[in-house]
Structure formats: C-alpha cells, structure tokens
C-alpha cells in the first residue's frame, strides 16, 4: 500500500526529534577521528551498506585523510516494514577483500542480523579482520548476539522506530536532518 505525500509529512510533522543535526555532525566527526586512529596505515577497504549506510558514508569519507578503499554492498531485511525479516542480499561485494582490513558502514545496529551476516560473508572471503561502524545504537535486549557492539558508533539511541541520516521510514525521510522516532513507534 502507497502512503501519501500528506501522510508523510504528517509523520515528520509528528516526530521526535531524538538527535539534532548538531549531536549527529559531532557524532560523525568523533567517529572520524577515532576510525582515523584505529585504520590509518592499515589500507582498509569500506563498504557502505545500501541504503541506509549511504549518508554516513558520505559524510565519513572526506573526513578520513589517509589512503582508503570505497565500496558498497547492498542487503536488506526491513524492505517498507517496521520489523525486520530474512536478510535479503541484493547486491554482494566484488572486492577481493583477502588479506585486508575491513570496514563495513551502515546507519543502524538494530537487531544486528544485517551487520552480524554481513561481517561474516567479508570473513569468509578471506578479509584478515572486520571492523563495523553505525550512525545509532538502538539500546534495546533484543540483539542477536547479547554482547553485539559495532566497533565505531555514533550515538545510542531510545527503542523507538527512527528516520532521518540514512534511516527510511517505508521508504521515505532517509534525508530528515536529524534522527526523529516516528509517534506512537
Ligand atoms: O540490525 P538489524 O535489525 O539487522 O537492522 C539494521 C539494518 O536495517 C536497515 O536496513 P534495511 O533492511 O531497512 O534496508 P535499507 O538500508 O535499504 O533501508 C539498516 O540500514 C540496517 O542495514
Ligand atoms: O529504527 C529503524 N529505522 C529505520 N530502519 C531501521 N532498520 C532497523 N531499525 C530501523
């Protein structure tokens, strides 16, 4: 079923904020500074996850001076849905990625399956080690793995379904200025 222009503003209308464009912009410069310590001299290969990973992404990369591979890969398990479902690989990476280090970049560690089954394909092709880094933590028990953390992460952030940098609510608002909990979710 379609959502109309009018109920998708209502939904903006409506949300919390939960993170401004501020605490994610300084969000994003600390997780550059911190993957800059933690990579620089290693030539590692990232790879945003479409669609969500995208304005991460591209808010990281011209924040990391130090030579670096850009790829992305797409898999997804929430498609329009609020609850997530089998992951569903749309597009695998074609990097070879033996032997290097790796970075894997998405907005949201929800559940952590997506992560979790991504950073297990890059290991089994033969990535020496794999890094993770999310936007959001959603702090909730519900993760796949109870002790699952990304390695770089931005902010944590309440149970509640959110939109805004990268985040889509059936589709839409992945380009909201900020992180917004949509009413009642
Ligand atoms: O930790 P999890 O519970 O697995 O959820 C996190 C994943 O869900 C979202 O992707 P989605 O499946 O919505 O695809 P999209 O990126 O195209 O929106 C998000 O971008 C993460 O990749
Ligand atoms: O809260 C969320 N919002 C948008 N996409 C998501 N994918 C997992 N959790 C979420």
Not at 41 to 48: A, K, S, V
Not at 149 to 168: C, H, I, P, Q, S
């Amino acid at each position: 079923m379609t959502t109309s222009h009018d109920e998708l503003q209502k939904v903006f209308d409506e949300a919390d904020c939960i993170c401004t464009e501020q605490e994610v912009q300084q969000a994003i410069e600390r997780m550059a500074s911190a993957i800059t310590d933690q990579l620089k001299g290693r030539d590692p290969l990232l790879f945003c996850v479409m669609n969500g990973g995208l304005i991460l992404m591209g808010q990281l990369l011209p924040k990391l001076k130090f030579p670096l591979q850009a790829e992305y890969l797409h898999a997804t398990r929430y498609r329009q849905e609020t609850t997530g479902g089998i992951l569903e690989w749309k597009l695998r990476p074609e990097a070879d990625m033996r032997g290097r280090t790796v970075l894997i970049v998405d907005d949201i560690l929800d559940e952590g399956t997506t992560l979790n089954a991504i950073a297990d394909y890059c290991k089994a092709q033969g990535a020496a080690e794999v890094q993770t880094a999310v936007l959001v933590d959603k702090q909730h028990d519900r993760k796949c793995r109870p002790d699952l953390k990304a390695d770089f992460t931005g902010l944590d952030v309440e149970d509640r379904f959110l939109f805004g940098y990268g985040m889509d609510y059936k589709g839409y608002w992945r380009n909201a200025p900020g992180i917004y909990a949509v009413k009642g979710l």
